[in-house]
């Protein structure tokens, strides 16, 4: 690179060294800044971040390796390369000071040809260090910032929203099911599908906000709001853009949706208590179905019994807001064999039918297709002729409080939901009865393999996240 590219630091406590070597580098090129301290010099560092810093070995407040070493501990964002001026040959001093994180030395007299042969070699190093930098920031995939960001842009954008006398909100997105992506249309699709995700999220991003990713199909944001309700909408609005977006990777149409978890963040939040907090209505919101954005305030009012106006949750919340969302529905024509294969694939214990219009017939149970399919002569027989047309079937809008009777009332395991006529959901007495309990991440665990069990397929994008 040029040398007009870079900013030198010089700092000695001897001014006559300072002039001689600022108005060289300046005659070949470089940006100059001078201290005539250690401390003068590390004030320096912080508001102007050179990418050199040339010290003197021996100043009077604080020698060069002192000065090393507090250079080192501060962590900054880009590296600083740094020479000494020495005039020792003592090699248990000069390892000390590579030990303090010295680059290297400029033997004294100084010779300048030297100097410029030691500042091309260190701009190898800080090129080399700023390539290495930008990927920890910047993931190269979806061209989102990293975690290292997050956690650095955390206390600046918590202390913003507190002198607006805001709320910053950690708000948690993890697409959906992202592994049949990659399986039905292969890992370079999927890539590509993440990175046209990253896109969508990102026009959904206002002022100086920007879009995490953390790790795999899962990004953050850091959203200021009045209120959760706001921070909800806005997390809500993200949700409708990727949910009516269709990506053509590789010239094949994919559809994703997203699940979404909202947190207000206390003053001095850390980066992984921030994570963790919108984690929990994030499981919830997979819980419930996916495909929508559950707020941690919303979570503490139906848990406590302390909704609007202090009344009861089960009058207040409707099926919507508890169902399992329906991820395929077949249609009247399809073989039992289909229907078999695809149930105990995804260990499910019943299918909801519709008609070519997506109107909901009824429903096939796990069980009956195991009995029909018992007999040879009725083996190619079609869902459509077996099914149960008269399967309790409820509104969206109905409660939770009609739902609960009317398990409280029948035998039934299982009540369909549907909008306009079309299902969209189920409710289970499982999942009904689990709702009296009190709800926390334990509650999502299981001592049964997954195999095993018949709502492995609840939250399984949460446990393989990493890599997915």
């Known amino acids: 690179m040029n040398s007009q590219a870079y900013r030198v630091l010089v700092a000695h406590d001897e001014p006559a060294v300072v002039w001689s070597l600022s108005n060289f580098l300046q005659l070949v090129g470089y940006e100059v800044l001078q201290a005539g301290s250690g401390p003068q010099a590390l004030t320096a560092l912080e508001y102007y971040r050179p990418q050199f810093v040339i010290a003197g070995w021996e100043m009077a407040e604080m020698n060069g390796v002192e000065f090393c070493r507090r250079i080192r501990t501060r962590n900054l964002r880009d590296y600083t390369y740094v020479l000494l001026l020495t005039a020792t040959t003592d090699s248990n001093a000069l390892i000390e000071a590579l030990r303090a994180g010295a680059d290297d030395f400029l033997a004294l007299p100084l010779v300048y040809g030297e100097l410029l042969s030691r500042l091309r070699a260190g701009a190898r190093m800080v090129e080399y260090e700023g390539r290495l930098n930008r990927l920890r920031r910047n993931d190269p995939l979806t061209q989102t910032a990293t975690r290292l960001v997050f956690d650095e842009m955390l206390a600046r954008r918590l202390a913003d929203a507190y002198n607006r006398r805001n709320t910053l909100y950690c708000v948690l997105a993890d697409v959906d099911f992202f592994a ?10 999927g890539d590509a599908a993440l990175a046209a995700i990253a896109t969508r999220l990102k026009e959904q991003c206002e002022n100086d906000e920007q879009v995490f990713r953390i790790s795999g199909n899962r990004f953050a944001f850091l959203h200021e709001a009045a209120t959760e309700a706001e921070a909800v909408n806005w ?71 302390r909704g609007a106006g202090g009344g009861d949750p089960l009058r207040s919340a409707v099926a919507r807001d508890i169902m399992t969302s329906n991820v395929v529905s077949f249609g009247q024509q399809e073989t039992l064999e289909a229907a078999f294969e695809f149930l105990e694939a995804c260990q499910l214990e019943a299918l909801s039918v519709v008609d070519p219009d997506g109107q909901l017939l009824g429903v096939v149970t796990a069980d009956e297709i195991r009995e029909r399919l018992a007999s040879l002569s009725l083996s190619s027989q079609t869902v459509g002729e077996i099914l149960a047309a008269d ?76 890599g997915e």
Not at 289 to 296: E, I, K, L, P, S
Not at 431 to 443: M, R, V
């Open 235 to 305: 997390a809500d609005r993200c949700r409708r853009a990727l949910a009516a977006a269709e990506f053509s990777p590789n010239g094949q149409t994919v559809k994703v949706t997203a699940s979404f978890g909202v947190a207000a963040l206390e003053a001095d939040s850390a980066p992984e208590a921030a994570l963790a907090k919108a984690e929990h209505p994030l499981a919830i919101a997979k819980q419930a179905g996916r495909n929508r954005v559950v707020g941690a305030g919303k979570i503490a009012e139906l848990t406590t019994g």
């Open 391 to 466: 399967a309790p079937c409820y509104e969206e809008e109905t409660t939770v409080q009609t739902l609960f009777e009317f398990f409280q009332r029948n035998e039934a395991n299982r009540a369909e939901i549907v909008h306009s006529g079309r299902p969209t959901g189920f409710v289970t007495r499982g999942s009904l009865a689990a709702l009296g309990k009190p709800i926390s991440l334990d509650s999502f665990a299981s001592s049964r393999p997954a195999a095993n069990r018949s709502d492995y397929l609840l939250v399984p994008d949460l446990v393989a996240e990493g």
């Open 180 to 189: 049949r992506v990659n399986d039905l249309h292969g890992r370079l699709a």
